[in-house]
């Protein structure tokens, strides 16, 4: 490109001293080089502030915003992007971090070349806290596939996607009193005025964390799934198969020999998530 659009790139790291240095390099070791990097330190408490502090003094590229006291990661979200002036905007997560050094620069040009799209995801590389490879995953490409599964499970990934800034600001940003469906939320609010796109390539190493769910959160985010496959029916297809995942994850949730049960469930719900 010969005037390349700014970027901006927004992290809220809490607490990740262990994590955020290699989630920061994966950014700045993008081919994509006119990005605004704000970094947000949610009241951090350990040494996370002196790490991002370091990469400041290095890097002119990077703002760093700090919280006196943890608001929470959509709110810091929501803070960043609206103090942000780039054309587009991504995402990355503290303990996460990019695989491709060209992600970026293959999702703008994307962008670039298809004003009618408002996002571009892609997929993951599932990592254990050592960094062990889990699993890889892809999602539907095309805009028609993806608005059939969408209401399926979110199928992107916060850390992979770039999105329009104005196109955020059009449907009013994350939704702060949603909890962790956020992001899923602010993708479905996208969709009623954009189209979607999603690169067959793997864009990030997700980490997945076990054991720092309590029972509680799930059963919240479970509920606040179909509350959100409720509100968006009118919008996307495939309403009636979205509940009855839903139902069948709740009905998971309560079975109380749930690793026995586990290889039945995965095979109804492989048939009923079914990509089209």
Not at 72 to 87: C, D, E, P, Q, R
Not at 153 to 163: G, M, S, T, Y
Not at 207 to 228: D, H, P, Q, T
Request: include cysteine; hydrophobic fraction near 35%.
């Amino acid at each position: 490109m010969d005037q390349q659009p700014l970027v901006s790139v927004i992290v809220s790291s809490y607490n990740r001293e262990k994590y955020v240095k290699r989630a920061i390099e994966s950014v700045l070791n993008q081919t994509y080089k006119n990005i605004e990097f704000v970094i947000i330190d949610n009241g951090s408490t350990d040494k996370t502030s002196e790490i991002i502090l370091e990469f400041r003094k290095k890097d002119s590229r990077i703002v760093i915003l700090t919280n006196k006291i943890n608001l929470g990661h959509v709110k810091s979200l929501n803070k960043g992007i609206a103090t942000v002036h780039g054309k587009y905007v991504a995402i990355i997560c503290d303990d996460d971090f990019w695989a491709s050094s060209q992600k970026l620069e293959k999702q703008v040009d994307f962008l670039e070349k298809n004003s009618d799209y408002v996002l571009a995801g892609g997929g993951i590389i599932r990592i254990d806290k050592n960094g062990k490879e889990i699993m890889r995953e892809l999602y539907p490409e095309t805009d028609e596939k993806i608005r059939k599964s969408i209401l399926l499970e979110c199928i992107f990934v916060h850390p992979a996607v770039v999105f329009r800034k104005k196109s955020w600001e059009q449907v009013g940003g994350y939704n702060e009193n949603i909890g962790y469906a956020d992001d899923w939320d602010l993708w479905l609010k996208l969709g009623k005025i954009g189209k979607f796109y999603n690169f067959q390539e793997y864009f990030v190493y997700y980490l997945k964390w076990e054991g720092n769910i309590s029972n509680r959160n799930i059963f919240y985010s479970l509920i606040m799934a179909n509350k959100l496959r409720r509100r968006y029916r009118k919008d996307y297809t495939g309403f009636r198969k979205a509940i009855l995942s839903g139902w069948l994850d709740y009905l998971y949730y309560l079975f109380p020999f749930k690793k026995y049960c586990r290889p039945l469930l995965s095979k109804i719900k492989n048939i009923i998530l079914k990509y089209q």
